[in-house]
């Protein structure tokens, strides 16, 4: 079965820096999809960036972009610029590319930017 | 355009009762999913379903009751609450799995409590 797991908790930043969070997957599947999702104090899911994994290129949407390490099976998203707005809790998913669009998601990073 | 939308937002129930909560997108998305998000636990799928007349079982169904009788419609039944169903319950849509960048828009949630 496939899982993502995302190893920390809670991470903080100074605003205006540059914060890594991770994230790894377990599939022996080849042909996938990975995203981040925030969910700010609203609970509101918003996808934030995807990336298929027949692309090796990395995926980037302005201040954030993923490293993408398909045989490591990692997932990390830098957020770059870090501003108050982006604290939230943040989560990693997965589908794994069939007729189904079914999402596994990993327990979530929660993210404090500090001014 | 108003996506996808949940009512109630909020809800407190008794154990041992039933209700339903709603769920509708007018975007046209074959695709339609429930999860629940529990402290710590990330978001779980429920039940989803592929289109209008077709339903199926995600990783925590038991204690819910789905049907799909139309495309915009997606309504989650609990038929005799009880506490360890206590969640905040997210509705999701997407078009056609075989089709797109595998997008799934959510709902604002519904907040339940059983007492």
């Known amino acids: 079965a496939q899982t993502v797991t995302q190893s920390q908790p809670e991470m903080s930043v100074q605003e205006a820096e540059t914060v890594t969070l991770s994230c790894t997957y377990d599939?022996?599947?080849?042909?996938?999809?990975l995203f981040w999702y925030k969910q700010p104090p609203s609970r509101q899911m918003i996808l934030v960036i995807r990336?298929?994994?027949?692309?090796?290129q990395n995926a980037t949407e302005n201040r954030f972009s993923v490293n993408f390490q398909k045989a490591a099976k990692s997932f990390s998203l830098k957020i770059s610029d870090s501003q108050l707005g982006d604290t939230a809790m943040y989560f990693c998913?997965?589908?794994?590319?069939?007729?189904?669009?079914?999402?596994?998601f990993g327990k979530g990073t929660k993210l404090s930017v500090k001014p | 355009n108003a996506g996808v939308t949940q009512t109630p937002k909020f809800q407190v129930l008794k154990t041992g009762q039933s209700m339903t909560l709603q769920c509708a997108q007018d975007?046209?998305?074959?695709?339609m999913s429930w999860y629940r998000q529990d402290p710590g636990m990330g978001l779980r799928l429920i039940h989803y379903?592929?289109?209008?007349?077709?339903?199926d079982q995600g990783e925590v169904p038991n204690g819910y009751n789905v049907s799909r009788s139309t495309t915009e419609d997606f309504p989650l039944r609990l038929l005799s609450a009880a506490p360890s169903q206590t969640s905040v319950y997210f509705c999701?849509?997407?078009?056609?799995?075989?089709?797109?960048?595998?997008?799934?828009?959510f709902g604002p949630g519904t907040r339940l409590t059983v007492t």
């Open positions: 379903s592929v289109g209008a007349g077709i339903t």
């Open positions: 599939t022996s599947e080849n042909n996938y999809y």
């Open positions: 975007m046209n998305h074959e695709y």
């Open positions: 990336q298929e994994a027949y692309k090796q």
């Open positions: 998913a997965y589908n794994y590319g069939g007729s189904q669009g079914n999402l596994i």
């Open positions: 999701a849509s997407m078009v056609d799995p075989g089709q797109g960048a595998r997008e799934q828009y």
